[in-house]
T-cell receptor, first 112, second 112 residues
Framework: RKEVEQDPGPFNVPEGATVAFNCTYS??????FFWYRQDCRKEPKLLMS???SGNEDGRFTAQLNRASQYISLLIRDSKLSDSATYLC?????????????FGQGTELSVKP | NAGVTQTPKFRVLKTGQSMTLLCAQD?????MYWYRQDPGMGLRLIHY???????AKGEVPDGYNVSRLKKQNFLLGLESAAPSQTSVYFC???????????FGPGTRLTVT
């Protein structure tokens, strides 16, 4: 079983749609949680951190359920520019050298 | 402030040849990482370093060596390249304040 699992997609949605990505992780000792975005043939970039209380950044909302070991990302009012691969990332920061474990990514394609 | 840079951007090697990938960061980060990314596999950690003069193995270290002689540089070496090492290689550094990993633009390596 992979340590971080995501639905690889692709998710094909029309502009303006709401889309949700789910992710599960297996290591209950994980301390930090993130969503990264990766455009085609480019490097991953941090989209947002994920907190237990949930957090929102504009059209993006991230949720963490530690009991279920489940992370989600909701994108509202999708834009063409949201087309990318979204990587679920978990890590143990303090005594693991800041190592992060990346999911394989969920591909999103937003169509006009 | 260039962030994280990688050289070269592209390289084609023949089986058995050797090469070194160079990663440099100007953010004064202690922690640095080398990943490889293959289709359907996500990012996998090869080696990492928590400071100048230190290195540690990641998830897939076989066939690679690393060195961190200076804080700003992290080198990845392939002593005898194999076709299985055809991949995109990303270097990253870690900000211990924001918990964000910053990635370089990647090196696309093909081994024939």
């Amino acid at each position: 079983r992979k340590e971080v699992e995501q639905d690889p997609g692709p998710f094909n949605v029309p502009e303006g749609a709401t889309v949700a990505f789910n992710c599960t992780y297996s290591n209950s000792a994980s301390q930090s949680f993130f969503w990264y975005r990766q455009d085609c043939r480019k490097e991953p970039k941090l989209l947002m951190s994920v907190y237990s209380s949930g957090n929102e950044d504009g059209r993006f909302t991230a949720q963490l359920n530690r009991a279920s070991q489940y992370i989600s990302l909701l994108i509202r009012d999708s834009k063409l520019s949201d087309s990318a691969t979204y990587l679920c990332v978990v890590g143990k920061i303090y005594n693991q050298g800041g190592k992060l474990i990346f999911g394989q990514g969920t591909e999103l394609s937003v169509k006009p | 402030n260039a962030g994280v840079t990688q050289t070269p951007k592209f390289r084609v090697l023949k089986t058995g040849q050797s090469m070194t990938l160079l990663c440099a960061q100007d953010m004064n980060h202690e922690y640095m990482y080398w990943y490889r990314q293959d289709p359907g596999m996500g990012l996998r950690l090869i080696h990492y370093s928590v400071g100048e003069g230190t290195t540690a193995k990641g998830e897939v270290p076989d066939g690679y060596n690393v060195s961190r002689l200076k804080k700003q540089n992290f080198l990845l070496g392939l002593e005898s390249a194999a076709p299985s090492q055809t991949s995109v290689y990303f270097c990253a550094s870690f900000d211990r304040t924001s918990y964000e990993q910053y990635f370089g633009p990647g090196t696309r390596l093909t081994v024939t």
